[in-house]
């Protein structure tokens, strides 16, 4: 990933000023804990509600849909069109931003506005688990975000240690079909191949979901393929991969569907999500 998305999130709040350094390496100063926030994305809304600040969230972008009860706060747009004005009209204490998703023109102008903006972008298993802090202390919820975030580390040094010696496998993570996508290594879910001993065939493509072809996927001849479909019981994807049967995850029967809403969003989730990609990787291993 190019280095300015790749920024990590600093967690430097002081108790005297409340200030935090986001991803864009922009300072945040807050004169009290905020308790109306604007969530823009639907990883930063889970991470808010991780931190203990769901009941400060008052509204959300489109598709932040877990836990349930975001889905039931009022949207304000989606990463394509945010509505400036309704936000606005929110008097916001706090907006939470992410670089992947939204427009930083548009939110210049908010924090123009004199609206505080705070933007995230989390690369590493650490960097989810110091957004949630950051995003506790900024909200008044230091306790539960440390907790939390602290959970969250010690599930994932739990399966380092538990799959550091595994033998390694060649996987191909399947993002989307048609146009066929897949993940670079510096995406999360990359990450989390690697976290169970798995290597990412296509992890040094420059480009973070970068396109390719079938004929690329048939050379690289993973010996595991792995996606989310279009949903938990979606295994056309799958199904289309039999028509290649020299393929070793195919010659094997190592297509694997994983739950789309646990590896997909860079939140706690991921700890779940990633102990079931661990599982898929174990069965894949006793086939080869």
């Known amino acids: ?41 639907p990883g930063a809304t889970e991470l808010l509600f991780s931190a203990g600040a769901g009941d400060s969230v008052v509204a959300v972008s489109a598709w932040s849909d877990y836990p349930p009860q975001a889905a039931e706060l009022p949207q304000v747009g ?11 009209s ?36 650490e960097d989810i688990a110091l957004a949630v802090e950051t995003l506790g202390r900024l ?8 907790r939390t975030a602290a959970e969250f580390r010690d599930g994932i040094s739990t399966l380092q240690a538990t799959y550091r010696d595994s033998a390694p496998v060649w996987v191909f993570y399947q993002v989307w079909d048609q146009p066929l996508m897949t993940i670079n290594g510096d995406e999360l879910i990359s990450k989390a191949i690697a976290l169970c001993g798995g290597i990412n065939v296509f992890a040094g493509l420059p480009r973070l979901v970068p396109r390719i072809s ?17 949903g938990d019981s979606d295994r056309d994807w799958l199904a289309s991969w039999q028509s290649y049967p020299s393929v070793t995850a195919v010659a094997r029967d190592n297509l694997f569907l994983v739950s789309p809403s646990l590896l997909q969003r860079p ?5 779940e999500g990633a102990r079931e990609l661990c599982g898929i990787l174990e ?6």
């Open 1 to 41: 990933m190019v280095a300015v998305l790749g920024l990590a999130l600093t967690a430097s709040v002081s108790a005297a000023e409340l200030c935090a350094t986001d991803a864009l390496d922009r300072d945040v100063c807050l004169p009290e804990p905020a308790r109306r926030v604007v969530s823009l994305s």
């Open 139 to 146: 909200t008044g919820h230091t306790p539960v975000a440390e």
């Open 78 to 88: 989606d990463s394509n069109r945010l509505d400036l004005e309704a936000i606005v």
């Open 283 to 288: 069965q894949a291993r006793a086939r080869l």
């Open 214 to 230: 079938v004929e690329t996927v048939l050379a690289a001849d993973p010996e595991v393929i792995v996606t989310a479909g279009r």
């Open 267 to 271: 939140t706690f989730r991921m700890l």
């Open 90 to 125: 929110l008097k916001p204490d706090l907006v939470v931003a992410w670089t992947d998703g939204n427009s930083r023109a548009q939110l210049d102008r908010l924090a123009k506005l004199g609206v505080p903006v705070f933007w995230l972008a989390p690369r590493e298993f």
